[in-house]
């Protein structure tokens, strides 16, 4: 993929040393950025121990990513995700144990953000703190990453609201932070990135000073990029500039998808929203479900699915029309947006029908070890999924009752036409 980087870091009006360290590298695909903690220069060191550490595991481990570029299989992206959660792992052993070995570094700690462009238009991100990783696409902004405080914590658990928290007192305090321990949990998520999209990895000395994220449009959209970065930096300066202020900006070159084009990522996303399955689910949600999900198309006149055979994919019709067959008759024809088979993601049960290309057709597919991945490591997800799965069966379940009670009624009516006939005779 064509790529475009820019980046920028700035000390700031208020602080003496910069405790940002940051790496880009369109080449390797992987971009950083790191905001250290700790008294005198201890944050210094441990922003760019943890960024080194990172930049050179995601070196040596370069057939990883080569494997994953030739070969395109799911099993190979989920060892490349685990090749950069080790990393970032290495990077909270080395700046703890530099912490241990000097007295002046003691419990010094320090954010992570990293972005990793997988290939086959998927980009794996990792992280831990309150760095972030922002994605502009579709005319909107979005956050992708998490912060790790204490009081996006309390915000979770329902114990303040979003506007409560703007201006906690206790607002920068990491719930989670590389070094402070010698382990600490990781965030990783595989997302899709599409011609267009426009990247921002930065620290809370930038984002801090747009409160709203549509705000980071005026760089974020810029027709280049050097431009769009030096705009979001000099803002924040003028804004105040209490911190250090560091951001990295990437492009993804190519034609921009239309809006109507059903495979770009955004639209991907929005059909999926309109699954009952997938409908509680908010954008960051929908794009973990979505980077999980793989690009298929079936030429026309072509199954996919077999009455009676096992499958264990949910399909996602992006383009084109598919047929369902029940035995040697078509029963009904789908077009874009039509999802078939979500329930063999729970259930090993056989097809019901057959599934057939009317025309050439384009596919978002779900397999069920991803799904199961999915639940078992992100519980809000899990239970948002399960209540919709309730609420699908329950709609069944009152859709075959109802169609029992007609069919009752239609039998009891022809069994009284029956008997008067009979009594006639």
């Known amino acids: 993929m064509d790529v475009t980087v820019a980046t920028r870091t700035d000390v700031g009006r208020v602080r003496t040393n910069n405790e940002d360290s940051f ?39 370069g057939k990883a990513r080569e494997k994953f570029i030739t070969s395109g299989k799911s099993a190979d992206l989920k060892a490349l995700r685990k090749t950069l959660e080790t990393a970032i792992h290495t990077a909270c052993r080395e700046v703890f144990k530099l912490a241990s070995k000097n007295p002046e570094l003691a419990g010094m700690g320090t954010t992570c953000t990293v972005v990793l462009m997988a290939g086959h238009q998927k980009g794996i991100l990792g992280h831990v703190g309150d760095s972030r990783l922002f994605v502009m696409r579709g005319g909107q902004v979005h956050q992708l990453s998490e912060d790790h405080t204490y009081v996006n914590e309390l915000v979770k658990r329902g114990a303040l609201t979003r506007e409560q928290a703007k201006n906690h007192p206790q607002g920068n305090v990491l719930s989670r932070a590389l070094g402070v321990q010698p382990t600490v949990p990781v965030d990783t998520m595989i997302f899709d990135m599409d011609p267009g999209d426009t990247y921002l990895l930065c620290s809370d000395g930038l984002y801090n000073y ?104 949910l399909y996602v019709v992006l383009a084109g029309e598919v047929e369902i067959i029940k035995g040697d008759a078509v029963i009904v024809s789908l077009k874009a947006g039509a999802h078939i088979g979500e329930m063999a993601l ?20 779900m397999r069920r070890e991803e799904f199961f991945g999915l639940i078992r490591s992100e519980p809000a997800i899990a239970t948002k999924l399960l209540w919709s799965f309730v609420q699908v069966l329950s709609g069944r379940l009152r859709d075959t009752n109802e169609a029992l009670q007609g069919a009752r009624r239609e039998l009891n009516q022809q069994s009284e036409e029956l008997e008067v006939f009979l009594d006639e005779g």
């Open 23 to 61: 790496f880009a590298d369109a080449d390797l695909g992987l971009f950083v950025v790191c905001d250290g903690m700790g008294g005198h220069s201890a944050g210094e060191v441990a922003s760019r121990a943890a960024m080194e550490a990172i930049r050179d595991e995601i070196k040596n481990a």
């Open 346 to 365: 729970i259930d090993n049960a056989p097809r019901s029908a057959t599934v057939r290309a009317k025309t050439d057709v384009n596919l978002l597919v």
């Open 210 to 313: 747009f409160p709203d994220a549509s705000e980071l449009q005026v760089g974020l959209t810029a027709p280049k990029i050097d431009d769009g970065i030096n705009a979001l930096v000099d803002r924040a300066l003028e804004r105040g500039g209490h911190d250090n202020v560091t951001g990295v900006v990437f492009r993804i070159g190519g034609a921009t998808p239309l809006a109507s084009d059903a495979t770009a990522a955004e639209q991907r996303i929005a059909i999926l929203k309109r699954i009952p399955f997938f409908a509680h689910l908010n954008y960051n949600e929908l794009v973990k479900v979505v980077g999980l999900t793989q690009m298929a198309r079936v030429a026309a006149a072509n199954r996919f699915i077999t009455e009676g055979e096992p499958g264990d994919e």
